[in-house]
C-alpha cells in the first residue's frame, strides 16, 4: 500500500520528470522501506519525502515551463508555416482498449472470409476431404487453416491420416516431411514415433532461482527432506549476493512458528544459545522422528550471509510450521488440531509475514504439499487468491532402472529446467519427484509444476541423519520416542549407526517366481486421522 501511495504521488510531477526519474525513485523507495522498519524509522522516511514532494514538485514544474518557453524555434522561409510538438502524450487507455477489439473484428472477419467459401484444403502432399465428409472433418478442415501441419494432422480422420502416412518414408531427412506426415523422432531417438516435444533446457539452478523473482513475488521448492545435495545447493543460495539483494524472506516448513522471535533474534546475528533457537527446527509438528542437520545448516548459512551484510539489505527466515507447544500436547486428541491445518498455517504465514508487507519470498516445502494434483494446492490457491502469483520447482530425479537414465545425467548440477512443451514435461510427475518410488499416475510433470531442480541422478543422492549420539539415552531422544508414540501409537526404532545414507533404496531385482516375503521393516502404518483433525487451531501463543 505505502509504495501505490508513493506512485501516485509522483504523478503530481511533470511527465518529462517522471519519465526520466521515475523508476529510480521508486526503486529509491523500495530499497528505503525494507531498510527502515518500525513505527519511528517509518514516520521518519515518509516526513523526508512529503518534506521533498513539496519543495521539488513546484520546483519541476517551473523548470518544465521555463524549458518550454526558452526553446529556440526552428527559423523557415517567409510564408512556410512551422510546426513544433510541444508534448507528446501517449494515447488514452480508452483509445488503446478500441483499437485492440477494432483490431481483433477485423482479424476475425478476415478468416472467416477466406475459410468460408473452402470446401478442400490443401497440406502439403495432400488434403482434407471435401465432398460427402462429415461433421468432424470438416471442422478439422476449418481449424486447420489457423494452426501449424502438427495440429491439423492431429485433427484429420484416422484413415486419412494413416494414408498420409503412407506416403512419406519414416526415416526421411527431412523434418519438415516428417512432421506433416505425423512422424517426430522419439527423445530418446529410439523406439515408435512420439508427439514432437521440445528438447528441455537446464540452466543452472541459482541463476534460474533468482532471474524467477523478476517476474514473481514468491518462489516455492518442493524439496525432499533431509537431502544433502539438495540442501548444499540452498546454502550457497542464500550467500548469493544477487539473491539477498532481491529476496526479502525464507518461509521454511521445518520451523515451529511458536519461536519465531528466537529466530529472528538469531538471524540477525544476536548471540542467542543454542539450545534455545534450535527448538524450532527439533520442536516441529509434523516431523516425524528427529529432523535432519540440513536443516539447521540452512538456519546457520542465513545467519552467517546476514552477518556478512552488515548494515545492508537482511534475509529473514519465516517459521511456517504449526506453533503447537510439545509441553502442552499430551495425546493424539491434542495434536490433532495442530497437524491438520499444516498447510493452513503455512499459507497464512506467508500472507501475514510476507505478501502484507510486499515482499518478495523463497517458499521451502516437501514436494508432496505443493505438487498440483487437482490444480493448485491449499498452499498455492490461498496465495493465488491473496494476489501473489507464485512459481512453482519441484525436485526430481531418474527414476529407478528407468531408460531417463542417460538423458538426466547429462544435465548439470544443480539445474532447473523448465517442464512447458519438453519431453520432460510430459513424464508421470510421481516417480519423477520421488525417485521410482511412487508409481505412475495420469498426472504429467507439465501439469504438476513450472519448473524441475535437479541436484543429481537418483544413486547418487544422500540423505543426512541426526547422529545417534544425539538421541540415544538422552532427554531429547526420549521426547521423540513420547512424541512418535503420540503420532503414530507406538515407538519405533529411530537410532542410526550411520549419518549419512542413501536417500533412495537401491531396487531389488524381482524374483522369477513368486516366493513369500517376510513383512518389510520399519516405521508401523499410522493411525486413523483424530477426530480433532477438523477442530479448530487453538489461540495462537505469543511467539517466544
Same mark, same amino acid.
Given at each position: 500500500m505505502?509504495? !501505490?501511495?508513493?506512485a501516485?504521488l509522483?504523478?503530481?510531477?511533470?511527465r518529462?520528470f #517522471?519519465?526520466?526519474?521515475?523508476n529510480?525513485?521508486?526503486?529509491?523507495?523500495r530499497?528505503?522501506? #525494507?531498510t527502515e522498519?518500525?513505527?519511528?524509522p517509518?514516520?521518519?522516511?515518509w516526513i523526508?519525502?512529503? @518534506?521533498?514532494f513539496? =519543495?521539488?514538485?513546484?520546483?519541476?514544474h517551473?523548470?518544465?515551463?521555463?524549458?518550454?518557453i526558452?526553446?529556440?524555434v526552428?527559423?523557415?522561409?517567409?510564408?512556410?508555416?512551422?510546426f513544433?510538438?510541444?508534448?507528446?502524450d501517449?494515447?488514452?487507455p480508452e483509445?488503446?482498449l478500441?483499437? @485492440?477489439?477494432?483490431?481483433?473484428l477485423?482479424?476475425?472477419? =478476415?478468416?472467416?472470409?477466406?475459410?468460408?467459401?473452402?470446401r478442400?484444403?490443401?497440406i502439403?502432399?495432400?488434403?482434407f476431404?471435401?465432398a460427402?465428409?462429415d461433421?468432424?472433418?470438416?471442422s478439422?478442415?476449418?481449424?486447420?487453416?489457423?494452426?501449424?501441419?502438427?495440429?491439423?494432422i492431429?485433427?484429420?480422420?484416422?484413415?486419412?491420416r !494413416? $494414408?498420409?502416412?503412407?506416403?512419406?518414408?519414416?526415416e526421411?531427412?527431412n523434418?519438415?516431411?516428417?512432421? #506433416?506426415?505425423?512422424f517426430?523422432?522419439?527423445p530418446r531417438?529410439d523406439?515408435?514415433?512420439?508427439?514432437?516435444?521440445a528438447?528441455? !533446457?537446464?540452466?543452472d539452478?541459482?541463476h534460474a532461482?533468482i532471474?524467477?523473482?523478476? $517476474?514473481h513475488?514468491?518462489?516455492?521448492?518442493?524439496?525432499?527432506?533431509?537431502n544433502?545435495?539438495?540442501?548444499d545447493?540452498?546454502?550457497q543460495?542464500v550467500?548469493?549476493?544477487?539473491?539477498d539483494?532481491?529476496?526479502?524472506?525464507?518461509?521454511v516448513?521445518f520451523?515451529?512458528?511458536l519461536?519465531q522471535?528466537s529466530?529472528?533474534?538469531?538471524?540477525?546475528?544476536?548471540?542467542v544459545?543454542?539450545?534455545?533457537?534450535?527448538?524450532?527446527?527439533r520442536?516441529?509438528?509434523?516431523?516425524i522422528?528427529?529432523p535432519s542437520?540440513v536443516y539447521?545448516q540452512?538456519?546457520q548459512?542465513?545467519r552467517e550471509? *546476514?552477518?556478512?551484510?552488515r548494515?545492508?539489505?537482511?534475509?529473514r527466515?519465516v517459521?511456517g510450521d504449526?506453533y503447537?507447544?510439545?509441553? !502442552?500436547?499430551?495425546?493424539a486428541e491434542?495434536?490433532g488440531p495442530?497437524?491438520g491445518?499444516r498447510?493452513?498455517?503455512?499459507?497464512? =504465514?506467508?500472507?501475514?509475514e510476507?505478501?502484507? /508487507?510486499?515482499? /518478495?519470498a523463497?517458499?521451502i516445502?516437501?514436494?508432496?504439499?505443493l505438487?498440483?494434483r487437482n490444480?493448485p494446492?491449499?498452499v498455492?490457491?490461498?496465495?493465488r487468491?491473496a494476489g501473489?502469483?507464485?512459481?512453482?520447482?519441484?525436485?526430481g530425479?531418474n527414476?529407478?532402472?528407468s531408460d531417463?537414465d542417460?538423458?538426466?545425467?547429462s544435465?548439470?548440477?544443480?539445474?532447473?529446467?523448465?517442464l512447458?512443451?519438453?519431453?520432460?514435461?510430459?513424464?508421470p510427475?510421481d516417480?519423477? @519427484?520421488t525417485g521410482?518410488?511412487?508409481?505412475a499416475?495420469?498426472?504429467k510433470?507439465a501439469?504438476a509444476?513450472?519448473?524441475?531442480l535437479?541436484?543429481g541422478p /537418483?544413486?547418487t543422492?544422500?540423505q543426512?541423519?541426526?547422529?545417534?549420539?544425539?538421541?540415544?539415552? $538422552?532427554a531429547?531422544?526420549?521426547?521423540? $520416542?513420547?512424541?512418535?508414540?503420540i503420532q503414530?501409537?507406538?515407538?519405533?526404532?529411530?537410532l542410526?549407526?550411520?549419518?549419512e545414507?542413501?536417500?533412495?533404496?537401491?531396487p531389488q531385482?524381482q524374483?522369477?517366481?513368486?516366493?513369500?516375503?517376510a @513383512?518389510?521393516a520399519?516405521?508401523?502404518?499410522l493411525?486413523?486421522?483424530?477426530?480433532?483433525? *477438523?477442530d479448530?487451531?487453538?489461540?495462537r501463543?505469543p511467539?517466544q
Amino acid at each position: 500500500m505505502s509504495e !501505490k501511495i508513493y506512485a501516485l504521488l509522483l504523478r503530481l510531477y511533470p511527465r518529462q520528470f #517522471r519519465n526520466t526519474y521515475g523508476n529510480e525513485s521508486l526503486q529509491l523507495f523500495r530499497d528505503r522501506s #525494507r531498510t527502515e522498519r518500525g513505527i519511528f524509522p517509518t514516520l521518519r522516511l515518509w516526513i523526508d519525502l512529503l @518534506a521533498d514532494f513539496a =519543495v521539488s514538485i513546484p520546483l519541476e514544474h517551473r523548470r518544465a515551463r521555463l524549458a518550454l518557453i526558452g526553446s529556440p524555434v526552428p527559423s523557415q522561409p517567409d510564408g512556410v508555416p512551422s510546426f513544433r510538438v510541444l508534448e507528446s502524450d501517449s494515447l488514452r487507455p480508452e483509445a488503446q482498449l478500441a483499437g @485492440a477489439l477494432l483490431s481483433i473484428l477485423a482479424f476475425c472477419s =478476415v478468416l472467416l472470409l477466406i475459410g468460408h467459401p473452402a470446401r478442400s484444403l490443401p497440406i502439403g502432399t495432400w488434403s482434407f476431404p471435401s465432398a460427402n465428409a462429415d461433421p468432424a472433418s470438416l471442422s478439422a478442415a476449418s481449424s486447420a487453416t489457423g494452426d501449424s501441419d502438427a495440429d491439423a494432422i492431429a485433427s484429420t480422420p484416422s484413415t486419412d491420416r !494413416k $494414408t498420409a502416412s503412407a506416403t512419406v518414408d519414416p526415416e526421411s531427412p527431412n523434418p519438415a516431411e516428417r512432421r #506433416r506426415a505425423g512422424f517426430a523422432s522419439s527423445p530418446r531417438g529410439d523406439g515408435p514415433p512420439q508427439a514432437s516435444a521440445a528438447e528441455p !533446457k537446464p540452466l543452472d539452478a541459482t541463476h534460474a532461482v533468482i532471474d524467477a523473482f523478476a $517476474t514473481h513475488n514468491i518462489v516455492m521448492i518442493g524439496e525432499i527432506h533431509g537431502n544433502k545435495q539438495l540442501h548444499d545447493w540452498l546454502r550457497q543460495l542464500v550467500s548469493t549476493p544477487a539473491f539477498d539483494d532481491r529476496v526479502d524472506d525464507i518461509v521454511v516448513e521445518f520451523g515451529n512458528s511458536l519461536y519465531q522471535r528466537s529466530v529472528d533474534r538469531y538471524i540477525s546475528g544476536e548471540d542467542v544459545p543454542l539450545e534455545q533457537v534450535q527448538k524450532a527446527w527439533r520442536n516441529v509438528i509434523g516431523a516425524i522422528g528427529p529432523p535432519s542437520p540440513v536443516y539447521q545448516q540452512l538456519y546457520q548459512a542465513v545467519r552467517e550471509a *546476514n552477518l556478512r551484510r552488515r548494515g545492508k539489505h537482511q534475509l529473514r527466515i519465516v517459521l511456517g510450521d504449526p506453533y503447537g507447544d510439545w509441553e !502442552k500436547i499430551k495425546n493424539a486428541e491434542d495434536l490433532g488440531p495442530y497437524l491438520g491445518h499444516r498447510d493452513q498455517c503455512y499459507a497464512q =504465514v506467508v500472507k501475514e509475514e510476507v505478501l502484507a /508487507r510486499h515482499h /518478495r519470498a523463497l517458499l521451502i516445502m516437501g514436494s508432496g504439499h505443493l505438487l498440483r494434483r487437482n490444480g493448485p494446492g491449499v498452499v498455492e490457491r490461498t496465495l493465488r487468491d491473496a494476489g501473489a502469483q507464485p512459481y512453482l520447482i519441484v525436485f526430481g530425479t531418474n527414476p529407478a532402472g528407468s531408460d531417463l537414465d542417460k538423458r538426466f545425467s547429462s544435465w548439470p548440477r544443480p539445474s532447473v529446467v523448465s517442464l512447458s512443451g519438453t519431453w520432460l514435461g510430459d513424464l508421470p510427475a510421481d516417480p519423477v @519427484a520421488t525417485g521410482g518410488m511412487a508409481p505412475a499416475t495420469a498426472l504429467k510433470l507439465a501439469d504438476a509444476a513450472d519448473a524441475l531442480l535437479f541436484i543429481g541422478p /537418483r544413486d547418487t543422492l544422500t540423505q543426512l541423519r541426526m547422529p545417534r549420539s544425539e538421541l540415544e539415552g $538422552t532427554a531429547y531422544g526420549r521426547e521423540i $520416542t513420547r512424541r512418535l508414540t503420540i503420532q503414530i501409537g507406538q515407538p519405533f526404532n529411530f537410532l542410526n549407526d550411520e549419518t549419512e545414507v542413501p536417500q533412495f533404496p537401491k531396487p531389488q531385482p524381482q524374483p522369477q517366481q513368486p516366493q513369500p516375503q517376510a @513383512a518389510a521393516a520399519g516405521p508401523p502404518p499410522l493411525p486413523p486421522i483424530p477426530k480433532s483433525i *477438523n477442530d479448530p487451531l487453538p489461540p495462537r501463543p505469543p511467539s517466544q
